[in-house]
């Protein structure tokens, strides 16, 4: 995943509004089922991975 974003702390709604501001449509935030864990600063957490997808928007009339 080489366009990952990675923050100590973020909403499902802050993403959703990330995406949409970048000029992404149709944005769906998800979370991950298992809580994942890592260091941040040599302290040990588990943290909520949340996966988000979106499209650019098509300006263009597709040809087929």
């Given amino acids: 995943m ?3 974003i990675v923050v100590p ?3 499902v709604e802050g993403v ?3 995406f949409t ?3 992404f449509v ?3 935030v ?3 089922k298992e809580k994942s864990y890592m260091e941040f600063g040599g302290k040990k957490v ?3 991975i949340l996966f988000a997808k979106g499209r650019r928007p098509v300006d263009e ?3 087929l």
Wanted: net charge neutral; glycine share 4%; charged share 35%.
């Fill in 2 to 4: 080489s366009a990952s």
């Fill in 9 to 11: 702390n973020f909403t």
């Fill in 16 to 18: 959703r509004k990330f």
């Fill in 21 to 23: 501001e970048a000029g």
């Fill in 26 to 28: 149709d944005v769906d």
């Fill in 30 to 32: 998800v979370t991950n």
């Fill in 46 to 48: 588990y943290r909520t």
């Fill in 61 to 63: 009339k597709s040809e």
